[in-house]
Structure formats: C-alpha cells, structure tokens
C-alpha cells in the first residue's frame, strides 16, 4: 500500500487543495483547516446549510494560498497563518476556542460572494481545541476540522462504493486528508497504529457521514447518493465511510510513500 493523494483544506467547508508532501503536525496536517468562516454570533459556518461553498478553487501560492470564487472569477490571497489580530471566542460543534480575527476586508470578500454576514477567522497556536475525550489517549488536539485530525480513505473503498452506485463519484465527496491505494476495500476501519513512510499514526475510529458527501463537489447540487448506498452498509448502525486517525510523530509525508499496518484492530470501534 502506498500514499497517492495528500488533501488540504486551508478553509473549513471550502474545497481542498492537492499537495505532494506536507508535515504532520499535532492537529493535522500543517496548515489544514486552521482558517474558518463565521457568523455574527461567532458561530462556525458549514457546507451543511451554506452549499455555494463548494463553488470556490483554491491553489497554493507564494508563502500563502489563493480562493478563487468559480463564477465570478474573482480571487482573494490569503496567508497561511496569522499572529496578530482581535482575539475572539468561536463555537464550533459543542466547542468554543480561541480565534484571531482576519482582516476585515476578507470577511467582506466572502460575505460578497456568499450573501451572509461572515467573518474570517484563524485558529493560532495558543488554541487547544481537544478530540472527543472517549478516543482521547494523551489529551490529542485537533484544527477546525470537524472532530479529528486526519481522514484517511483507501481508493479500493472508493472503488467498492462505486460499483453498487448507478452514477460514479469522486473521493473528493468524502473530503479526506489522506488517500492510499492497495489493500481490501474498507480494511482501513480496521487499522489501529500505521506508519506513512517512517511517520506513525494512530487509527482512531470510523467517519460517520453526512448531508455533505450527497452534494456534488463542481456544482454544489444535493442528491441522494451516496448515503442511500451507505445506509444498507452500516457500521455500529452508523453511516460511516473513511477513518479518522491523528499523528503519533510530527514528520514530513510524500505522495507515494508506503504505508504500513503495524497493529490490526479487532472492530472498527476498538478503543486505541
């Protein structure tokens, strides 16, 4: 088994964008969802209700990356990270930390773009946002990413899913940070520590899925699929599809590095 795609996600809900190597770092992977977009009361904005964020691209470029809104064709150049700014309190799920406040000129970009009131804000290193305390082992942190660190699927469950789908999708639905090729379909569920090339990381539990993976990353469209195919192959009783996990050592990991399983676990819901 290999590595093939390496998945960041400068902006929580916004597309991703395709890297060749990245470090690995407590909260994930460097740089991955450490921006977020929020409402008037601070409150995270989501894919789940706000579907036009699909509709921008986004490329890295210089010592930052730039959004480019797909139908206007406007674009906006942001850094990787922030250290000054007003200081705010931002609830995310059940949580609430620490933020820095962007500039207000960005807020105002989206805001254009989006039609709601937003602001942009980043998520500095003084934050500590921790995992679910239940698959906690050493007080592990996590970005704005929804939950966890990291999400990791194998393209033979991608290929599985696809063949009892009338019309094929992309992994791009799923939004994973970490893509690999070989193994069984869906064997990742089952994966308790690994190493990617020599980083080693710990599986955690599978990724129960939502509203998100049924809307078409191009065009923003619903439908139904694929959660009416993954209903009828529940885990738990739960919809999942992918693995999260979280790294044990904070390297560097490339695209074709290969992956190995140290320890297998018994169910996909074993405790780490």
Not at 65 to 70: N, Q, S
Request: net charge negative; proline share 5%; glycine share 8%.
């Amino acid at each position: 088994m290999f590595l093939s795609d390496i998945i960041l996600y400068p902006i929580k809900s916004l597309p991703g964008v395709r890297i060749n190597e990245s470090k690995v770092e407590p909260r994930g992977l460097q740089y991955d969802r450490r921006w977020m977009l929020v409402d008037e009361d601070n409150k995270f904005i989501t894919i789940r209700q706000h579907h036009d964020l699909l509709l921008f691209d986004l490329q890295i470029e210089g010592k930052g990356f730039v959004v480019k809104h797909r139908e206007t064709g406007d674009a906006l150049e942001l850094p990787w990270e922030i250290s000054d700014g007003v200081i705010v309190k931002v609830k995310i799920w059940d949580d609430e930390v620490e933020a820095i406040t962007g500039n207000d000129n960005w807020g105002a970009w989206f805001e254009d773009k989006l039609g709601i009131a937003c602001r942009l804000v980043y998520m500095g290193d003084q934050a500590k946002r921790p995992i679910k305390q239940e698959w906690s082992k050493d007080g592990e942190i996590v970005s704005f990413a929804d939950a966890y660190p990291l999400l990791v699927i194998g393209s033979a469950s991608l290929a599985d899913l696809n063949q009892k789908l009338e019309k094929r999708i992309t992994i791009d639905r799923f939004r994973p940070n970490l893509v690999f090729e070989g193994g069984e379909p869906y064997e990742e569920f089952r994966w308790g520590k690994f190493k990617i090339g020599e980083n080693l990381f710990q599986g955690l539990k599978p990724c129960e899925r939502c509203i998100v993976t049924t809307l078409d990353p191009v065009t923003a469209e619903k439908g139904r699929e694929p959660l009416l195919t993954l209903s009828k192959q529940k885990i738990n009783n739960k919809i999942v599809f992918g693995q999260h996990a979280y790294g044990i050592h904070f390297g560097t990991i490339k695209v074709d590095d290969n992956i190995e399983v140290l320890q297998y676990k018994d169910s996909p819901y074993d405790p780490v």
